[in-house]
Structure formats: C-alpha cells, structure tokens
C-alpha cells in the first residue's frame, strides 16, 4: 500500500501528454522515438499470433487441426489467419486429395522469424517448470543433439547478450508519427482458459504483449525509473506500472527503492529473453521499415551491427531450417 501510494504521488497525471506550446521545442516530434522492435511487435503483439505462428513452424496448415491443437476459439482463430494473410505470412491455398482442403501456408516472411520461434523454445529449455507449453523436441540433425544454442553476432561468433550489444540511433532520428496500438485489454481470461500453464503465459502471452517487450528491451539498455520508461516509450504511467507488475511476477525485473523514486533493470532470469527481442527487432529491420533505414541498430561489442544468428552448442555450426527436426518430447 506504501508503495503504490508513493507511485500514486509520483505519477500524476497518470497520462504524459506532447507538448502544445509554440516554443522552438514543439516542435519535436510528437512520437517516441521509433525501433525496430515495436515495428515489428504491430504484426506479432498479440498471445495467439504467437501460438499460431508455433504450430505453423510444427508443420500444421489446416484450420481444424490448429483450431484443436490450440483450443482457440473459432472466430478469433480466422480474424488473427485472416490478419496474417493480410501482413503477408500466410496465404491460403487448396491441397490435400482432389485439392479440395484449405491450408494456411508459410512464407517466406514468416520462415524468416525462425530465430524468434528457437528462442522462445530455448526460454522453456533453460526453464524447465514452464515446459509443458512445448511438448515437442528440436533436434539439430548434424550433430543428432536436442538443441541448445545460443545468438551470437555473424562477424565475430560471440554470444549476443545485454553487456555486448549497444542500441543507436539513426540519423537523422526517426520517430513514430502514428497512433499506438490501440492498448485494450487484450483476452487473456479466454487465453489463460485455453493455455492455463504459467508457461504458456510467459511465451505466449508475455511475447505478444507490446508494452512487456518493449519495456524489457528499454532496461536491457540500463536500468530506468518508471516516469523514465513511461516518457521514453510515449505511454501512460498507469501502463507501465501494470506491465512493471508483471514482469517482476515473472521474476525478470527488479525493483529498488531510489530515495523516493523507484529504480528497475533487468534480473539474470531475463537475459533468456534478449535474443528474442533481438531476433524479433532484425526481423522488423528486413521486414517492417518501408524502406527506411533501421531506426535503432544495435552494435556488438566487436564494433559490427549486429547480425544475429543462432549457434549450435554441441558442434558450433550456424542454424539453419534445414537442419533441424521437430519431434515429440522424449521421442527417438
């Protein structure tokens, strides 16, 4: 009570407004600066997109099969195809005997998120009470491993972490120039029914949920206090504190007190996460800049911008698609 009280004092208004004076600073940008990521996340920032994105890695294409496989409910599971039919993931195409049967199949945009789908495997490996989410095992063929990997910067082989890799900024900078996401509260009592494990909320609902990502990345960078979030990222104080909420639940985050200020950065817990925002935050650079340049790339410590690829433990070779095989969990 003594905290929330405390944040009360330091929060109002619960929401931070753009300047409206006609002073030389109004005329800034409006926006937050822009990133790669939330570009990116305005395709992926949703629980089931994710979940759907899973099975369609797994091999499933039909409506029915995913429709069981995720005990979604129908309607939500053709508006979210439909939207990524729209964003060009998907494409609808008759196969199966006499070609008769719909199937919602890959593309090449889509195959190209594979690093983001290894990384939200490798979080369940590395944490093993949230794995039941995952029932299936990657196994990387040419060394006949389970998969254990880790992201590492292309030009110098090193791990990618949050001490090696610095985010920039373009110049000149970009900023957002429309509306966020609309921030509703998105369905996650339908979504816990359907995936009640606490896993399933860590990789799905905590991965397709924009402001949690985009908070996560911002204290990878350094620790912050709240308003600092809340006015780097262009949301309302009341936002962050949910999703700061959330993440120190999730015993990724943690909190200090900083003489009446409250401090945040980044738990040992969550470095599992960073090579996803990572992979998340290229994908958005090849795919959702409009032929902008990356708006923030990130530099590793060899002195490269970070090209980021997955690295096999057992062997050392790079991941490919191609190489590696999905089976079920303990299966030969």
Wanted: hydrophobic share 40%; glycine share 8%; charged share 25%.
């Amino acid at each position: 009570m003594g905290r929330r009280k405390k944040d009360a004092d330091l929060t109002a208004p619960d929401r931070l407004t753009p300047r409206t004076d006609t002073s030389p600073a109004a005329d800034t940008p409006a926006g937050p600066p822009a990133t790669a990521l939330r570009r990116a996340l305005r395709v992926l920032a949703d629980p089931w997109t994710m979940l759907i994105l899973k099975e369609i890695f797994n091999g499933t294409r039909r409506f029915a099969v995913m429709q069981r496989a995720l005990n979604i409910p129908k309607q939500t599971l053709s508006l979210r195809l439909t939207t990524l039919c729209h964003e060009q993931m998907l494409y609808r195409r008759f196969a199966g005997p006499g070609q008769g049967v719909l199937e919602y199949a890959p593309t090449a945009k889509t195959y190209d998120l594979a690093d983001a789908m290894y990384a939200i495997w490798l979080w369940h490996q590395a944490n093993p009470d949230d794995a039941d989410i995952l029932p299936f095992e990657i196994v990387h063929k040419q060394c006949g491993h389970v998969l254990g990997a880790q992201y590492c910067c292309t030009a110098c082989g090193e791990p990618a972490t949050g001490a090696s890799v610095t985010v920039e900024r373009s110049q000149p900078e970009q900023f957002e120039s429309g509306p966020r996401p609309r921030l509703a509260r998105r369905n996650d009592a339908s979504f816990t029914a359907a995936a009640p494990q606490a896993g399933g909320l860590v990789a799905a609902s905590l991965v397709g949920d924009l402001p949690c990502n985009e908070i996560l990345y911002l204290l990878f960078q350094g620790p912050r206090h709240m308003l600092a979030i809340a006015a780097e990222l262009g949301l309302g104080a009341n936002v962050v504190r949910d999703r700061l909420d959330k993440l120190r639940a999730l015993g990724l985050i943690r909190e200090e007190a900083q003489g009446r200020k409250l401090l945040y950065s980044v738990l040992p817990r969550a470095e599992g996460f960073f090579p996803l925002l990572l992979a998340i935050a290229e994908w958005g650079d090849r795919w959702c800049n409009e032929g902008q340049p990356p708006p923030d790339p990130r530099r590793h410590a060899c002195g490269a911008v970070l090209r980021g690829r997955y690295r096999c433990d057992h062997c050392g070779d790079w991941l490919t698609r191609d190489a590696l095989l999905i089976r079920p969990r303990g299966g030969a």
